[in-house]
């Protein structure tokens, strides 16, 4: 079963269609490759930038979303299936982007990312009553006051939208002032919580 990643950078050929971005295959087919010239598999990390998500099965990668302030990772991983992603976005709402075309960067909003992520996940077998959900972020790094609170609001957004595909969040470290980091090893479905000075937490 191919798996691909997916990010919303690669414009070089004009402006790409919502929840097509930049596909590439990251797995060779089994059949393909006999297993004794195998290579044994070397542990990788993967970086998942703001606005972009990326979905695995390899067993010996972790992805991590670094820095998340007032934006919200999200891992989902099937156990069953042992594919799990990173959807790291920064905004809640599409409809009130200022000078940003979301049709080309549908990944850095909570209504149109989520909507990607899952798709792209349930093209890859992942099933909705074996997905486990887990978020972080929504702080108030630069308006401390919340006045115009994107982090709450980033965090209602990405529960409606998880509504919408009947998804529950099984754990959340939301608010607050200071950045997370959250990173999903996909060898064993493990998301990892890192809070500047607080330590991790694993679930």
């Known amino acids: 079963m191919p798996i691909y990643f ?10 790409a269609p919502r929840c097509q971005l930049s596909i590439t ?8 490759e006999p297993k004794a010239m195998k290579p044994k598999a ?11 998500m990326n979905i695995s099965c390899n067993p010996a990668e972790t992805l991590v979303a670094f820095s998340i302030g ?24 599409s409809t009130r ?24 996940l349930f093209e890859q077998g992942v099933r909705p009553d074996r997905m486990k ?9 630069i308006d401390q006051s919340g006045a115009f609170n994107i982090g709450q609001r980033n965090h209602e957004a990405l529960k409606n939208a998880l509504a919408n595909h009947s998804l529950k969040i099984h ?11 959250l990173s999903l090893d996909i060898g064993s479905g493990c998301s990892c919580i890192k809070i500047f000075g607080q330590g991790e937490v694993k679930v």
């Open 70 to 93: 007032s934006g919200i990772g999200v891992t989902v991983f099937d156990l069953d299936s042992g594919v799990g992603g990173i959807l790291n976005f920064m905004l809640p709402d």
């Open 133 to 141: 959900v887990v978020i972080a972020g929504g702080a108030h790094i």
């Open 42 to 52: 070397v542990s990788k990390m993967t970086a998942v930038n703001f606005s972009e």
């Open 171 to 181: 754990h959340e470290d939301i608010g607050g002032t200071t950045s997370r980091t």
């Open 25 to 32: 295959r990251c797995l060779k087919d089994d059949a393909m």
């Open 97 to 120: 982007a200022n000078g940003v075309h979301p049709e080309n960067v549908p990944l850095m909003f909570a209504d149109t990312g989520v909507p990607c992520f899952v798709k792209a």
């Open 6 to 15: 997916m990010d919303a950078a690669d414009n070089s050929q004009g402006p």
